[in-house]
């Protein structure tokens, strides 16, 4: 299983970035190695439209399973959604800290988008 977590930095230790679309990094956890991969976000991270259909995007190309996230728009959704991620919610402390939640069953899976659009 491949695991994202939109951090605000580039290290597990740093913060869940709230946002998706514009998340700083997107930190990818392999469970069958348990390796990590920091992906930078910069291309989106100020982008005046689009940021939540190409992090998606980006997500769904590195093969991910899962997506833990603060919040995630509509647009975002949809993509993640179609490319058969799942998206699960947590919107504090460390990139470490949400993995466990996620691994110990504390985060469940979202229905639908949480925020509006360009949050």
Partial sequence: ????????G???DSNVDPRF???KFFLVYNDE???????DNKQNFQA???AGIQAATTIANKNC???ITGHCGPKAFRTLSAAGVEICLCDSGTVQEALG????????????ADVEGHW
Avoid: D, F, H
């Fill in 101 to 112: 939640k996620y691994k110990r069953g504390e985060l469940t899976k979202t229905g639908n």
């Fill in 33 to 39: 190695n348990g390796k990590w991969e920091s992906v």
């Fill in 21 to 23: 679309g514009r998340a």
């Fill in 48 to 50: 005046a439209q689009g």
């Fill in 10 to 12: 580039a290290t597990t």
């Fill in 65 to 67: 399973n899962v997506l």
């Fill in 1 to 8: 299983m491949i695991i994202a977590i939109t951090s605000e």
